[in-house]
T-cell receptor, first 112, second 115 residues
Framework: SQTIHQWPATLVQPVGSPLSLECTVE??????LYWYRQAAGRGLQLLFY??????ISSEVPQNLSASRPQDRQFILSSKKLLLSDSGFYLC???????????FGQGTRLTVV | AQSVTQLGSHVSVSEGALVLLRCNYS??????LFWYVQYPNQGLQLLLK??????LVKGINGFEAEFKKSETSFHLTKPSAHMSDAAEYFC?????????????FGQGTELSVKP
């Protein structure tokens, strides 16, 4: 069966520090991968998606970047965090022939 | 462009009462529609989905939703609320074959269930 792993579960980082959040998927190949951010009362905002290795589409201009160095690995990064980067970050995957997306357990990021 | 509007950011019902969470979508082509549930500090779990075929779809935990093309709606219902239904619910739309099949979500509706 397929599983998705996200880590860490929680993270507290100072303003101006770098960020690296990792997401990996098991049990499938060549999935579509997504990073979402959830801010309080604002629903889920799609940040990036990827349809293959090295292919990244950005949905909104921001202080973050994404990379897909391997087929089932999706990384969210920042060189210098801002207070506004705080939120709940969710990784998701969908099979090429599938319909719904499957979500990881999320990372709660607090920038202080 | 696709979009989703969920009417009511907070809905409160009594245990045993009908649950109705509203969702309207905008899409230039027939969409795929989804309802997800989120418990505090957790990821999203799929409740149900509409792709093609029967417009009344049944999901987990006794929930169901009806796709109404003429009203561009996909409202979520449950005949009798349980305390365990208290959570946040998200409606989403997707074009499977375009733009990576990304899901666009509504703002979410927090459901409270009173004893």
């Amino acid at each position: 069966s397929q599983t998705i792993h996200q880590w860490p579960a929680t993270l507290v980082q100072p303003v101006g520090s770098p960020l690296s959040l990792e997401c990996t998927v098991e049990g499938t190949s060549n999935p579509n991968l997504y990073w979402y951010r959830q801010a309080a009362g604002r629903g889920l905002q799609l940040l990036f998606y990827s349809v293959g290795i090295g292919q990244i589409s950005s949905e909104v201009p921001q202080n973050l970047s994404a990379s897909r160095p391997q087929d089932r690995q999706f990384i969210l990064s920042s060189k210098k965090l801002l207070l506004s980067d705080s939120g709940f970050y969710l990784c998701a995957w969908r099979g090429k022939g599938g319909t719904e997306a499957f979500f990881g357990q999320g990372t709660r990021l607090t920038v202080v | 462009a696709q979009s989703v509007t969920q009417l009511g950011s907070h809905v409160s019902v009594s245990e045993g009462a009908l649950v109705l969470l509203r969702c309207n979508y905008s899409s230039s082509v027939p969409p795929y529609l989804f309802w997800y549930v989120q418990y505090p500090n957790q990821g999203l779990q799929l409740l149900l989905k509409y792709t093609t075929g029967a417009t009344l779809v049944k999901g987990i935990n006794g929930f169901e939703a009806e796709f109404k093309k003429s009203e561009t709606s996909f409202h979520l219902t449950k005949p009798s609320a349980h305390m365990s239904d208290a959570a946040e619910y998200f409606c989403a739309v997707s074009l499977i074959y375009n733009q990576g099949g990304k899901l666009i979500f509504g703002q979410g509706t927090e459901l409270s269930v009173k004893p």
